[in-house]
């Protein structure tokens, strides 16, 4: 965040309060449709630095049986050994090494993915949507975040071969967070 005093005063920690944040995702399906997805279960928190924001971090932890497609089936296949392994592998984590202001209300926040037992760089583009005191006194900051990974980077690799040519599913992820933490008293 910028010199601004009023990000200055936002200093402080955070905890993401998951009945006002969605952790979602989009991939390709049949070559011709997105199915798209979210995560129910998971927590983490925030440091946010407003007159530093290289010194902001964030943390979050995903319990993977927590998936939701919108079809049971589709969601017991992708607990399955064919994907995510939940009994072996059941939270995906994401720890943060750098933040940096983009300028404006956009900043960039990189850090270490690590699904299936495997960690590797995810960078995630954020704008900040504000804070406010809600009805319950509680200090919010909320941000909205895109990025995009390859599956096959994390062992993701199940696949099936469709009749007219293509895959069933993409390889490539887009990922969708939007944020809503309370600062800690």
């Not at 944040?21 to 928190?45: E, I, Q, Y």
């Not at 007159?51 to 607990?79: F, N, Q």
């Not at 809600?134 to 990025?147: H, L, M, S």
């Not at 009749?163 to 309370?182: C, H, Q, R, Y």
């Amino acid at each position: 965040m910028s010199t601004n005093p009023d990000l200055a005063a936002l200093t402080g920690d955070y905890t993401i309060d998951p009945a006002h944040s969605s952790l979602g995702f989009v991939v390709r399906h049949a070559m011709v449709t997105n199915v798209k997805g979210k995560f129910l279960d998971f927590s983490g928190s925030l440091h946010l630095d407003g007159s530093d924001p290289t010194a902001s971090t964030a943390s979050i932890d995903v319990k993977m049986e927590s998936i939701d497609t919108g079809s049971p089936d589709r969601d017991g296949h992708l607990k399955s050994a064919d994907f995510f392994k939940t009994d072996e592998f059941p939270t995906m984590t994401f720890r943060s090494t750098r933040a940096e202001s983009l300028g404006g209300d956009d900043y960039r926040i990189t850090g270490d993915l690590t699904v299936l037992g495997v960690t590797r760089p995810l960078t995630i583009d954020l704008e900040f949507n504000g804070a406010a005191k809600d009805p319950f006194g509680n200090e919010r900051v909320g941000f909205e975040g895109k990025a995009q990974i390859l599956r096959s980077e994390f062992g993701l690799t199940w696949n099936a071969t469709l009749e007219t040519g293509g895959v069933m599913v993409s390889d490539k992820v887009k990922l969708n967070f939007d944020i809503s933490a309370i600062k800690n008293a």
